[in-house]
């Protein structure tokens, strides 16, 4: 799976430039506040319908204008896929191949990436949200199913929200167990989804790691709470888990048990990566688990994502980014510098020069 194309119209500091990519490393090289990130970004949106750094598509639209669009034509072992998005003030239209999806479950898929920016150290630092946040989105990239649960699971999590903040604690009690029913059936699958794929993802992980590391340090991804195997004994377990809640749901007036709750744990050399890790040793994490990310891609599509390196070169020491570099041969890697020669010791690529929102000729 690569991008061969890719046009911008009015999308952040871009007024209308086309992009060519090969197959390869690409690399978009410029000063700061360029456009590098923002070219990066426009992929990442083509592939999942969302952006990592904001939360209103209409932020995505160049200053002055009303409307922006991104379009791309892409290869994969399904032949040609043409992608576009047009996004306006309060909101967007979705096309593949030229046709109209009204459903953003319908876009994914259709083109698939992995994304890492210095930025993504959140992965190990933050709460949670996102190590819950890069499942979710990891995991809808393969699997439609998986998105609608999601999306129905917090549909239906929002409503009993809302019921706990009632003031008529009768209407709350006699009202709990029908929302409960089917809150516990979509959480079932979701969880029994996360489990799966972390197993995959955590020996790709490791293995990743300890390549980028040289051996010296050993990276292992788990859920701190375990769920039983099976959806179906996953529900009865959560059903009861809802049910056991009631009270401390009533008075603290939101759902505390269930996947929204649930945690990654991430450990480097059995120890916890978020309270014992240097900066470093968290980035090269985060970075091996995005890496293992694409393995995983790979794995169950039969091919590679795109991967996309956003500034990652200037905060990796020289051996990992030889290690780096080494490691992303035989993908479509769009990667983003300041300085290509230093970062790419003399690997072939596509070198692109951007300049204040333009494709230097």
Known sequence: MFIKKLRLENFRNYADETFLFSEGLNVLAGRNAQGKTNCAEAVFYLCTGASLRIR???????????????????????????????????RRELTVNGNRVNRAVDFL?????????????????????????????????????YCTALQRYQRILDQRNNLLKERDLSLIRETLPLWDEQLAKYAARIVTARREYLKRLSPLAKEAHLFLTDGEEELSLSF????????????????????????????????????????????????????????????????????????????????????????????????????????????????????????????????????EGRILK
């Open 56 to 90: 209103h598509d209409r932020q995505l639209i160049r200053r002055g204008e009303s409307s922006a669009r991104v379009t791309a034509e892409a290869e994969s072992l399904f032949g040609r896929v043409t992608l576009g998005a047009e996004i306006f003030e309060n």
């Open 224 to 355: 701190e709470r375990e769920y039983p195997d099976g959806e179906e004994e996953a529900e009865r377990v959560l059903l009861r888990e809802y049910h056991g809640s009631y009270e401390r749901d009533i008075r603290l007036g939101f759902t505390t048990v269930g996947p929204h709750r649930d945690d990654v744990r991430v450990l480097i050399g059995g120890q916890d990566a978020r309270a014992y890790a240097s900066q470093g040793q968290q980035r090269t994490a985060a970075l091996s688990m995005k890496l293992a990310e694409v393995e995983i891609f790979r794995a169950l599509t039969g091919e590679p994502p795109v991967l996309i390196l956003d500034d990652v070169m200037s905060e990796l020491d020289l051996p990992r980014r030889k290690k780096l570099v080494a490691r992303v041969e035989g993908l479509q890697c769009i990667l983003t510098c300041t300085h290509a020669e230093r970062a790419l010791y003399g690997a072939e690529c596509n070198k692109i020069r951007i300049q």
């Open 109 to 145: 898929g259709n083109l698939r990436s992995v994304f890492f920016s210095p930025g993504e150290l959140r992965l190990i630092q933050d709460g949670p949200d996102e190590r819950r946040r890069f499942l979710n989105l990891s995991i809808s990239q393969t699997s439609r199913a």
